[in-house]
């Protein structure tokens, strides 16, 4: 499985745009990248999920560079209620292995403020 | 829209009882899973369940830990014997298929004391 690399936290106001960066050097040729929110006391969330280039939805929009090296989640004008952790995960798509788990690393948290 | 439950929402145990946390996955999912988050810490796969046995799991699910879907609409995790270090978040998930977004619960905060 890909390594994931990506900040410990992040500071943002409300109204501004959010770009958390996620790095995953060996990515492989099969592997997509998901991302996923938990808010404090919930269990988390599929946000979005890309192989290349870019995608967006209702939520975010995922920027995946042609080298697949890194990809960035971009959450436009954020609202208080977008404080959360952001998980990046590497692997086929929704899980790995025969059973499509997911393995989580330390996400990125997202402090957004007034 | 359909969401996965769980209760109770808060369970505190002593040290060596046994624990039942159950679920009610989305109805129409096929994939169930157990996650687990000790405080601060970052989610953890304890085990996927699919047509009513144990497809994966993990390190952490010895035998202390047991799954079971005992009807048509509830999955439960059971500890038979708990430890001080087993008080965490528990998260329940399901999915209509393998390759398919997984849909958590609001989780199960177990204390153990």
């Known amino acids: 499985l890909a390594k994931t690399t990506q900040p410990i936290s992040m500071d943002s106001y409300e109204g501004q745009e959010v770009n958390i960066t996620c790095s995953h050097n060996?990515?492989?040729?099969?592997?997509?990248i998901t991302w996923y929110q938990q808010f404090p006391s919930q269990g988390p969330r599929f946000i979005i999920q890309?192989?290349?280039t870019k995608v967006t939805n209702e939520v975010a929009s995922l920027f995946i560079p042609a080298d697949r090296k890194s990809s960035t989640l971009s959450l436009p004008r954020v609202s208080l209620s977008d404080t959360a952790v952001y998980y990046c995960?590497?692997?086929?798509?929704?899980?790995?292995?025969?059973?499509?788990?997911?393995?989580f690393g330390q996400g990125t948290t997202l402090q957004v403020k007034p | 829209e359909p969401e996965v439950t769980q209760t109770p929402s808060h369970q505190v145990t002593q040290m060596g009882q046994e624990v039942i946390l159950r679920c009610v996955p989305i109805?129409?999912?096929?994939?169930f899973y157990w996650y687990r988050q000790i405080l601060g810490q970052k989610v953890e796969f304890l085990v996927s369940?699919?047509?009513?046995?144990?497809?994966?799991k993990s390190e952490i699910f010895d035998d202390q830990f047991s799954v079971e879907r005992p009807d048509g609409s509830n999955f439960t995790l059971k500890i038979r014997s708990t430890k001080l270090e087993d008080s965490a978040m528990y998260f329940c998930?399901?999915?209509?298929?393998?390759?398919?977004?997984?849909?958590f619960g609001p989780g199960t905060r177990l204390t153990v004391t």
């Open positions: 998930a399901s999915s209509p298929e393998r390759d398919y977004e997984q849909y």
């Open positions: 060996n990515i492989a040729t099969n592997d997509y």
């Open positions: 890309g192989y290349k």
């Open positions: 995960l590497v692997g086929p798509p929704h899980g790995s292995g025969n059973t499509g788990k997911l393995i």
């Open positions: 109805s129409n999912h096929l994939y």
């Open positions: 369940f699919y047509n009513n046995e144990i497809s994966e």
